[in-house]
């Protein structure tokens, strides 16, 4: 059984608590909150195993952070994911909403760029997502001073009839749509949405 502890602890959302990995630090170890389903969980799982037929190398990036294994813990079953890290620190990335709100180290047309990045992956490998709020977004630092963004929850769809599963013309509005719905259409809008929450 894995052991967590205070000094692991990472971060908290409505769902789950995050800890690194004792063992591996490039892991996650996400535990549900008591009132957080286990049906919720094993949604999100079954979506994961859909994707893990995908063929990764073909990403240009690791644009989501991929569902490993589940594990017993002392603070009970948790869910193992790739954990972010910066390149050029190894600290663990902030998220996009930090780059946003309170840090301005990252210009904004790099985030515009990286964001557009994104948006063609999601859509080119039909892999979507629920709740692309930027705090479930982190904001990877590389060394080449470029960014990566990287999704660290909410994948998932909730279509009874994905189309967007098959083609391309569907999986392209979907994701559209998620941008917009998120208002990512511009920073403005973004930052505007941030402050109002
Ligand atoms: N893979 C990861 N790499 C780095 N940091 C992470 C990772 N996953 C989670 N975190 C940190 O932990 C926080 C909470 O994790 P997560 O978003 O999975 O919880 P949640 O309860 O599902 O959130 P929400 O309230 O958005 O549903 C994140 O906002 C982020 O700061
Ligand atoms: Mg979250």
Redesign the pocket.
């Known amino acids: 059984m894995i052991q967590l502890e205070d000094k692991h602890y990472?971060?908290?959302?409505?769902?789950?608590f995050?800890y690194e990995h004792p063992e591996d630090k490039n892991l996650?170890i996400?535990i549900p909150r008591p009132e957080t389903t286990r049906a919720y969980t094993n949604k999100e799982l079954l979506y994961f195993k859909k994707l893990s037929r995908r063929n990764k190398a073909k990403y240009q990036y690791p644009f989501y952070?991929d569902f490993h294994n589940e594990v017993k813990t002392n603070l009970g079953l948790g869910q193992v994911?790739?954990?972010?890290r910066d390149e050029t620190t190894g600290n663990?990335?902030k998220?996009l909403e930090y780059y946003l709100m309170e840090s301005k180290v990252v210009p904004d047309e790099q985030i515009e760029s990286a964001l557009s990045d994104l948006k063609q992956h999601m859509t080119k490998y039909k892999v979507f997502t629920r709740?692309l709020?930027s705090?479930?977004i982190?904001c990877k630092l590389k060394n080449n001073n470029s960014i990566e963004l990287i999704i660290?929850?909410g994948i998932g769809h909730r279509d009874f009839f994905p189309l967007a599963d098959w083609f391309h013309y569907f999986s392209k509005k979907k994701v559209d749509r998620t941008f917009t719905r998120w208002y990512f259409d511009s920073l403005k809008d973004q930052r505007d949405f941030l402050r109002r929450d």
């Open positions: 990472i971060g908290e959302g409505e769902i789950r995050c996650c996400k952070s994911f790739d954990l972010v663990i990335s998220t709740d709020r705090r479930n982190c660290i929850d």
